[in-house]
């Protein structure tokens, strides 16, 4: 299918913006929905299947709205990624990539969409596995959020923090994370306790900037209402009317993540936080993240969301990092299973 569309008024500023330096976005969209965008001025052709170059076009009007000002890379990449997913959804356009560009781009279900409140207007999922997940955090007591690396998982959660907080449902925020090394010693840090911990609870103090704002945040600290410590410090304590977080958890050990779950008091939520293909303990010893997906499978009031690649929402090359491994760790997982089977087949034989 062709489609042509031109737009006017004429405003060669937006018509820059829309494209990117040398066309780059547009040969974004076109590696994203798999087809073929040609331009000449405000003159545009699209060539591909009639969904995606529907899709594309509508991706184009909505980003062109947009384009007043320099569109950012992380609003173009999050306006692509969903336009893709509902191109391969089947889903009917209804404004889906514009509400992409504008930031809204919550996946609707049958009660609508989950909007929360914090310093970034209108913040909602963006797959269907975030929209779950956004559902899950808001039902149950405890919440499993567990997947690779750019799918929300924290800032979701911590959203959902920021937002029980807001309208009072909490009293306080407490973020956490094991104290362990990606793979690297540090040695010994300087500075007090707080300054030895920090570079370990960077990420979380990054989203709680972007969600609440440097003032906010900082007075908050002040009050009591925003607490970050090490999972180390977890132990021995009682946390009512908190908002419990546990970010890498696949660092944990299972009796470190049982002494975790066993603190929410009454009034308290807890999310964990965790992907299982990126763990950092010593060869050995056990994720607790992985024991207790297996361990909690069927307790009531507690729920578990699974992300995969699709619901990457940085840049599109995390996604197919993400596959590339996957499909590594399953090869070599086949490999390995074929020479046990061979081994024991030759054990059979020779007894």
Not at 9 to 24: E, K, S, T, V, Y
Not at 86 to 93: I, N, R, T
Not at 107 to 119: E, K
Request: aromatic letters at 6%; a positive charge; glycine letters at 8%.
């Amino acid at each position: 299918m062709i489609l042509r569309h031109s737009f006017t008024p004429i405003d060669n500023p937006r018509l820059a913006h829309l494209c990117g330096m040398l066309d780059d976005h547009l040969r974004q969209v076109e590696a994203a929905l798999d087809v073929r965008i040609s331009r000449r001025g405000e003159q545009f052709r699209i060539e591909g299947i009639k969904a995606a170059a529907e899709r594309s076009l509508q991706l184009l009007e909505s980003l062109y709205e947009r384009a007043k000002k320099p569109i950012a890379a992380e609003l173009l990449q999050l306006a692509i990624t969903e336009a893709a997913m509902q191109l391969a959804d089947g889903a009917s356009p209804r404004r889906g990539a514009r509400k992409a560009a504008e930031g809204a781009g919550a996946v609707p279900a049958a009660d609508g969409p989950l909007v929360l409140r914090t310093r970034r207007a209108d913040l909602a999922g963006r797959t269907p596995n975030q929209h779950l997940y956004l559902k899950n955090i808001l039902s149950h007591d405890i919440s499993f959020g567990i997947g690779p690396a750019g799918t929300g998982k924290t800032f979701l959660a911590v959203a959902c923090a920021v937002d029980a907080l807001e309208r009072s449902a909490v009293q306080r925020i407490i973020l956490t994370r094991p104290a362990v090394e990606a793979g690297e010693r540090l040695g010994f840090l300087p500075g007090d306790l707080t300054q030895k911990v920090d570079p370990y609870l960077r990420p979380l103090y990054d989203a709680l900037y972007d969600l609440m704002g440097f003032d906010r945040v900082t007075k908050a600290f002040e009050k009591g209402q925003l607490e970050i410590a090490p999972l180390a410090f977890m132990r021995g304590r009682t946390l009512n009317h908190a908002f419990v977080i546990l970010d890498e958890a696949q660092n944990t050990t299972p009796e470190q993540m049982k002494m975790f779950l066993t603190r929410i008091g009454f009034g308290s939520r807890c999310v964990v936080t965790g992907d299982t293909s990126q763990i950092d303990l010593p060869r050995g010893m056990s994720s607790g993240l992985i024991d207790a997906e297996r361990v909690l499978a069927r307790v009531k009031g507690i729920s578990m969301t699974h992300f995969t690649s699709a619901d990457v929402v940085r840049h599109p090359l995390v996604a197919r990092i993400v596959d590339a491994y996957e499909a590594q760790t399953a090869a070599r997982l086949r490999a390995e299973a074929r020479e046990a089977k061979a081994a024991g087949n030759t054990k059979g034989a020779s007894a």
